[in-house]
């Protein structure tokens, strides 16, 4: 009889513990993901801080060198942004923060037309201006369109100009401001964040939809490999700065610091450590193509030797995102369907 | 948001495919018009989309390609017509034959104008009322067609509002019920909403023939946009919200419209939250006071008695979205992982078929 209770008992034990044990690993996995992306913000922040110091010092005083300072704080700035541009939910969504730090695709070029709109007008550009202008001006693009866009840049009003430095130093101005509310809301966000079971899936979500963009939308469609068949660099992010595949180095960067720990502690929750192993190799496997591919992507579309690099690298994406989309995301029983992604 | 087209890719459609039903040899009967057929707007494994119909044997009777992906659809009464019309931003809408698929017309948005995906006749067949919004100045419309004269476009109805998405008509023939979802968009900036701080979603009622606006009736919060509508055959009259606040807040998804105020239903902790706040479909039955609820984000499909709000019945589907009402009384629940799946009230979910499609938001 006792030997009958015992193996009961063991058997409910066998029974319980793993969803126990999931339990924990969703809080576990959830208090990881949130200090990752308060790190992240955080980063956010301070390059957002010297960008924003960095464009007033230049238009105060033009000096050598300081074009180029503004050129590398906007970068690193933007880099930080890419690292933390998994993250769909929580405050981000808030005043579509995340569509003001960057404004993409942006198929008919909103970007130059909004400039050209603002440079051309008389009135004063103000933080309130900036707020009023819509995302398409209230970002990283829009800075990355002053420095950088080639025809803007041989033109009259190009920077050091009064009026494009005005357009410079207030979108900076406004993109540190959302950075600190980004921040300041992320650490709002946390018991919510803790409490709240459901933010488990969403972030696995998340993790995912940023896989799917990364590979579809930022390689396979500028390389030509869907629909028309035409390579382009110009519907990747980050053109205009020949800085797109760095800003997809920077993403997957970001996935593995902030989303793969708490990926990892579910799946060996799950008992699927062997997948998880597969996933943190997939990552260094991915990130071995860097800095290598870090040449501006209308040249790698270009020349046939450096197309190579770049689909190695697509191979390697395409592979990550089969491991955690369709792999990890059943063994979690996580759907990101054709319906729940909708939106209507 | 962008398709999952890695999910699309496992899918196997090839022309002809058989629905395979489990465990029963005929699909139940519609309660509506065209009892014998379903169709579905389909994503495809390439990555385009199409519309496809299937009959009570589980036959695929055909499948129409469109250029790009549709969102629901309705059947003309007295015709042999069904129409689809394209996901918002819709630049179009198709007319097929519902028997052969044949397109019998395409017909594009006005400029400056696109569809939001559903459309709604009146009940001899002839004038066609589709939801759709004047972008660049942000006003929701009613687009009126007239079906007999090749879908011609005869009069626009103002609905002094933002954001109409689902409509349908009330059982006295002459009032369209409009969700109006309140939130702003522009097909230059994606899916984008622009507006969630000044949101203004209602139920609005409107005469069919001169345009009226005879009722708006706002939610009790001004994020609930109200995207869905259905009227039990008796003309009581259900939406269904998105909350468009934070996952956390777990407010009422559902109300009827009762003495000239929305009545929300309130539903017990656990069946808010496997609602996650979002409703893709309510469909009243109209042999019945039965009324059925899906959430593909929440993974979860109920029905409650629609006079006194008890939950009747709630089941897990993955990415659930269709809902059409079954003749006797039941409902079918279509998902994007290509389930059919029966509800009733106080009986197990039951599978009826396992599709090798992803069906889109509505069943028709």
Redesign the interface.
């Known amino acids: 009889m006792q030997g009958i209770t015992r193996l009961l008992c063991t058997s409910i034990l066998t029974l319980t513990s793993p969803l126990a044990w999931a339990s924990d690993a969703n809080i576990q996995a959830r208090q990881q993901w949130y200090e990752g992306i308060a790190t992240g913000y955080q980063s956010l922040t301070t390059e957002a801080g010297e960008l924003a110091e960095s464009a007033r010092d230049y238009c105060q005083n033009p000096a050598e060198g300081s074009r180029e300072h503004v050129e590398a704080a906007w970068l690193n700035a933007f880099l930080a942004w890419q690292k933390v541009r998994l993250v769909d939910?929580?405050p981000v969504?808030n005043?579509?923060l995340s569509?003001q730090f960057q404004?993409w695709?942006d198929p008919?070029n909103?970007i130059a037309r909004k400039a050209a709109y603002l440079i051309g007008n008389d009135e004063p550009i103000t933080p309130s201006v900036i707020n009023q202008s819509g995302?398409a001006v209230q970002g990283f693009p829009m800075i990355e369109y002053l420095l950088f866009d080639q025809e803007f840049n041989a033109g009259e009003t190009s920077l050091p100009v009064a009026r494009t430095c005005e357009l410079l130093t207030n979108v900076a101005g406004h993109l540190k401001s959302n950075s600190d509310a980004l921040m300041a809301g992320w650490q709002a966000f946390r018991p919510?964040y803790l409490?709240?079971e459901?933010?488990f899936d969403?972030t696995i979500r998340a993790g995912m939809?940023t896989l799917?963009?990364l590979e579809?939308?930022r390689l396979a469609q500028p390389m030509g490999l869907?629909g028309s068949n035409k390579r382009n660099p110009y519907i990747a992010d980050a053109w205009r700065s020949g800085k797109s595949l760095q800003t997809v180095a920077a993403t997957v960067d970001g996935l593995n610091r902030y989303f793969l720990p708490g990926l990892e502690i579910s799946l060996e929750a799950k008992g699927a450590s062997d997948l998880a192993d597969r996933i943190r190799k997939q990552f260094n496997e991915v990130q071995q193509n860097f800095p290598g591919a870090h040449l501006p992507l209308a040249t790698a579309l270009k020349e046939e030797d450096q197309f190579r690099a770049l689909q190695s690298l697509y191979v390697d994406i395409s592979q990550l995102?089969?491991l955690v989309?369709?792999q990890a995301a059943v063994a979690l029983g996580v759907?990101?369907?054709?319906?729940?992604?909708?939106?209507? | 948001m962008l398709l999952n087209r890695r999910a699309l890719l496992k899918v196997s459609i090839a022309g002809g495919v058989a629905v395979g039903l489990t465990g029963c040899s005929l699909l139940p009967r519609k309660a509506s018009v065209q009892p014998d057929g379903y169709a579905g707007a389909v994503g495809f494994p390439d990555g385009s989309f199409g519309v496809s119909a299937f009959n009570r044997n589980g036959r695929i009777v055909w499948q129409a390609p469109v250029d790009s992906r549709c969102h629901s659809g309705c059947n003309r009464p007295h015709q042999q017509e069904t129409l689809f019309f394209e996901r918002r931003p819709g630049w179009s809408f198709y007319v097929f034959d519902s028997t052969t698929g044949a397109r019998k017309h395409h017909i594009s948005a006005e400029p400056g104008e696109h569809f939001v995906g559903h459309g709604v006749f009146s009940t001899d067949g002839r004038r066609l009322y589709v939801t759709a919004s004047r972008y660049d100045q942000g006003a929701g419309i009613i687009a009126v067609y007239d079906a007999e004269k090749g879908y011609r476009r005869t009069k626009t109805f103002d609905l002094a509002g933002i954001g109409p998405h689902e409509l349908t008509l009330h059982p006295d023939g002459e009032t369209l019920v409009i969700g109006l979802g309140g939130i702003l968009t522009h097909p230059d900036y994606d899916r984008m909403k622009l507006n969630l701080d000044t949101m203004d979603p209602a139920l609005v009622l409107m005469n069919r023939h001169s345009g009226k606006i005879v009722g708006r009736f706002r939610p009790p919060h001004h994020q609930q946009s109200a995207r869905h509508v259905s009227v039990s055959g008796d003309g009581r009259v259900y939406v269904a919200y998105q909350h468009q606040g934070p996952l956390y807040e777990t407010p009422p998804l559902l109300a009827r419209l009762e003495e000239g105020t929305l009545r929300e239903y309130r539903f017990d902790e656990d069946t808010r939250t496997a609602l996650a706040n979002y409703i893709s479909s309510v469909v009243a039955h109209p042999e019945n006071d039965l009324v059925a609820a899906a959430s593909p984000i929440g993974g979860t499909a109920i029905i409650f008695r629609g006079k006194t709000g008890e939950l009747v019945s709630r089941a897990h589907i993955a990415d659930c979205a269709g809902i059409q009402t079954l003749a006797g009384g039941d409902f079918l629940v279509s998902s994007g992982r290509g389930k059919l799946i029966r509800l009733g009230a106080g009986k197990p979910a039951r599978e009826l078929a396992d599709l090798s499609v992803h069906w889109d938001h509505h069943l028709v």
């Open positions: 939910f929580g969504e005043n579509n569509w404004f695709p008919k909103l995302v919510h409490e709240t459901q933010y969403t939809a799917e963009i579809e939308r869907r995102t089969t989309n369709d759907v990101r369907g054709f319906n729940s992604s909708d939106g209507d």
